[in-house]
């Protein structure tokens, strides 16, 4: 069954450092998403990728935050300047298209922490 | 209006018990209400959706009742097993765009 990969399973990272997270998503899947779980919370949207541009962002996703797809399997998220609150669980998903009952697959999840 | 609200936020069941976890949602938009299970370090899962021209849908041992009118839906775990012990998250769509999800109830069902 195809499923979405995401690396590294767990992140630690000192507060100020960049980080890359990285997911693979099922490979005729259009449409890309992160969310982000803090520890005992809800699971947050940040952010929805489709054709090459971001279609939607939640007021989270700031100016350290960015996505990219920088080849044809790839779907990366990178944070510039992690702070504490950065510290979460950071989810990918994918989806193959546009009509809300198509099912959301989601990635194990990459745990970030920041020190 | 973006919000969907859950309750419980915990919910302790007897083996063979039935679990119910309520949402509410305000935004007429959605028009997808997927179920998702997580147990802990893994991702979200679907469990069960409904879509809202339907008012019951059951697969196996888990039903979604929908309420249109009143913006409401629930999970119903019947015969509920020590396996079933994860958090519940209910969620809404509106097409293509993300999954709002609600807060969560910790299910744990007692041997």
């Known amino acids: 069954e195809p499923e979405v990969t995401q690396t590294p399973s767990h992140q630690v990272t000192q507060m100020g450092q960049e980080v890359i997270l990285r997911c693979v998503p099922i490979?005729?899947?259009?449409?890309f998403y992160w969310y982000r779980q803090i520890l005992g919370q809800k699971v947050e949207f940040l952010v929805s990728f489709y054709n090459n541009e971001i279609s939607e962002k939640s007021e989270i996703f700031d100016d350290q935050f960015s996505v990219e797809r920088p080849d044809g399997s790839n779907f990366t998220l990178k944070i510039r300047s992690t702070k504490l609150e950065d510290s979460a669980m950071y989810f990918c998903?994918?989806?193959?298209?546009?009509?809300?009952?198509?099912?959301?697959?989601f990635g194990p999840g990459t745990r970030l922490t920041v020190l | 209006q973006q919000q969907v609200k859950q309750s419980p936020q915990s919910l302790i069941v007897q083996k063979g018990g039935i679990s119910i976890i309520n949402c509410a949602y305000e935004n007429t938009a959605f028009d997808y209400f997927p179920w998702y299970q997580q147990f802990p370090g893994k991702g979200p899962a679907l469990l069960i959706a409904i879509r809202p021209d339907v008012s019951e849908k059951k697969e196996g041992r888990f039903t979604i009742s929908f309420n249109k009118s009143a913006k409401q839906f629930s999970l119903h775990i019947m015969d509920s097993q020590p396996g079933d012990s994860a958090t519940y998250f209910c969620?809404?769509?509106?097409?293509?765009?993300?999954?709002?999800f609600g807060a969560g109830t910790r299910l744990f069902v007692k041997a």
């Open positions: 998903a994918s989806i193959l298209g546009s009509v809300s009952y198509n099912e959301q697959f």
């Open positions: 490979s005729n899947h259009l449409y």
């Open positions: 969620a809404a769509k509106a097409g293509g765009f993300k999954t709002i």
